[in-house]
């Protein structure tokens, strides 16, 4: 069983990572223990990882069930870019191609080998000839006929444990009910199996919901920070997705509309013109997205509400897979609950679908944490408010509601309970529209009796008294709004009414939005992503292939300038490193001098860095003096001596580095099997030598060669 160390350094090497995500050792540990597993991890969790580690150091193959042609080609092209043999055998593929791939196994060559259920039986004789370690099933709630993703083939899976019963079994999924839970371990014959349940909580989703009016503005204004960020809208039919893709092409977005109707081809293609960066932005119906193994869709905005919490969390899960900041927007109707209310009551499960739809409500019209209710809907519960999402970034302000809901329930008394939200709101405001005078309301006493307050203020004071269980929507009637016990209590016994404060509300989200539009620029980031979509299309393969958006921040922050510096990068492992490294470092060098030279340009006098650094050396100055006068790094200061030592100046760096040093490095030199690159020094050493002093010696015997 490998150890810590061993663990760790196969994460960094193949993956590029510095350490595990929550869980993730556990799971690999128990797997290298020959326990069976259930995983079960939110998207984006980091399931992979949990197999595909185990995978490189055990001795044998993993087989790896994986439900979507798709997403398999996707995982083999990721482990082959990460330099880990890896092959799928599926229907597509020539028999050819596929005994080709058999005896690269038979000669131990494929560490990973994916298929889909329904292929499996190719591999009946050749997996009895091969030495088998693990056996991997992705997807696993696909086995399931509880579950929304039901594939027949998943059920034939049980007799794998039967067939290998010394090979471990690990099961993945995200889908967390106990139900599906209980039926996998069932079915695949590994009801002992280790169980790992991580948080639902993905911190790196910021959470929003706005009313629903004037949508296509909003979201135009909510893309404006974000010019070149992929993103998906989820609508409700296909006609918004393409009115919605249409007008955003008209503002100059690459956007498409995808949909059920749209033929196969064409959805294929722009499928993958969204993996590859080259279409911005998808305007799906819910088909879009399952088996998008995109990390960097930025933002998922909901154009309309989602019939459920599980879906609605499914989708926005598809932002941030990478981890970094993303948004999710959700725009929040009275008419679209009105029509998912149509849906579900036409559906077999009515009660279910409208009481998930009501819990979906109460996440969109609430006051308090959202996330506390996303987490609390999968029976989680976290100690503090997240600090991520609107409600808890521009808590509303609280006002005294009593009157305005006095006003709104007399009103709703003395129209009978017979009219819905909107007709009441027109009462209120003593609209004189034919609804309304037809039925004579313009002779109520409320009938005008609250104009002062807008339209659209209405709903959301209505929305807001119907989720504080004063007032009630009669589905079965037409949706009229009628009055429940609480109600009476603030008619007739002055029970005070607490509601946000909407104005307010409005004023701190658009002083927000500008401060955010204030902060865009064009930076290394977006160059380095320039560079990434080059070298994705001459390669052919999707941009997060290369790195993850994730890597090119970290690149931003670290600025690596050589080979080892490079592999500091979080996502960068040695194969990444070998095969992109020269081309990031040199966009990261030509930017920074790009920069310095604009520095330059802005403030001539001041003269070139190397230069002050001359100055001040011939000036006596030590190298940790100059450092601290120009508060720069040492090693920043070094670099620049040897530049300046390269370029003839007659500095002698022989004052900086021992002759014992010089002496060591001179005998590792002959020794190392690479003595040209750094790191093989440094590692030599055990890192008792810092880079600097190994750059200066170097320096040294070149100049006495
Ligand atoms: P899932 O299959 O659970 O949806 P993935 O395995 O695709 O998630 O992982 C999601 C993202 O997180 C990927 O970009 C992956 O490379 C990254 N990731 C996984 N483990 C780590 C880790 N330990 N540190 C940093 N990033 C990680
Ligand atoms: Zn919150």
Known sequence: MPNQEQLRYT???????????????????SVFNGDDNLVIMPTGGGKSICFQLPAILLPGVTLVISPLIALMKDQVDGLLANGISAAFVNSSQVEQEQQEIYQQ????????????????????????????????????????????????????????????????????TATADKATRQDICNQLNISDAKQYLASFDRKNLSLEVRPGNKRIEQIINFLKDKPNDCGIIYCLSRKTTEMLADKLQQQGYNAEAYHAGIDHQKRSKIQEGFINDTVQIVCATIAFGMGIDKSNVRWVIHYNLPKNIEGYYQEIGRAGRDGLPSHTLLFHSYADVVQLQKFANMSGNQEVQLAKLDRMKQYADSLSCRRRILLSYFGELIEEDCGNCDVCKNPPSIIDGTIIAQKALSCIARIKEEEPIGTVIDVLRGAQNAMVLDKGY?????????????????????????????????????????LTELSKKVLFQGEKVRLANLAEFEKIKEVAQEQINKAKKLDLF???????????????IPAYQIFSDASLRDMEKLRPMTDEEFMQVSGVGRQKMKNY????IKAILDFSSEKTKAKRKANKNKGDSHKETLKLYKEGLSVEEIAVQ????????FSHIMKLHQSGENIDLKQF????????????KEELDNPDALKPYFEHFQEALDYNTIRLALAVLEDDA
């Not at 977006?526 to 052919?540: F, G, I, S, Y």
């Not at 120009?630 to 200061?637: D, G, M, V």
């Not at 021992?658 to 060591?664: G, Q, R, Y």
């Open 526 to 540: 977006e160059t380095l992503r320039r560079l990434r979509l080059e070298l994705a299309k001459e390669a052919d």
């Open 105 to 172: 196994l038979l000669n131990k060559k494929i560490k990973l080998l994916y298929v889909a259920p329904e292929s499996l039986s190719f591999l009946d004789t050749i997996l009895t000839q091969v030495e088998l370690s693990l056996i991997a099933i992705d997807e696993a709630h696909c086995i399931s006929s509880w579950g929304h993703d039901f594939r027949p083939a998943y059920t034939q899976l049980g007799y794998l444990k039967k067939k290998f019963q010394n090979i471990p079994v690990i099961a993945l």
């Open 581 to 584: 490294g020269h081309q990031f």
């Open 442 to 482: 313009q002779q109520l006493k409320t009938y005008g009796i609250a104009n002062d307050i807008a339209w659209r203020d209405w709903q959301q004071y209505i929305v807001q008294l119907i989720n504080q269980g004063y007032l009630e929507i009669a589905f079965h009637q037409n949706n009229k709004l009628k």
């Open 657 to 668: 580095v021992s002759k014992e040093d010089i002496e060591s490095i001179r005998k590792a």
């Open 630 to 637: 120009r508060k720069l790094a040492q090693s920043t200061i």
């Open 11 to 29: 994460l960094k090497e193949y993956f590029g990572y510095d350490s595990f995500r929550p869980l993730q050792q556990e799971i690999i540990d």
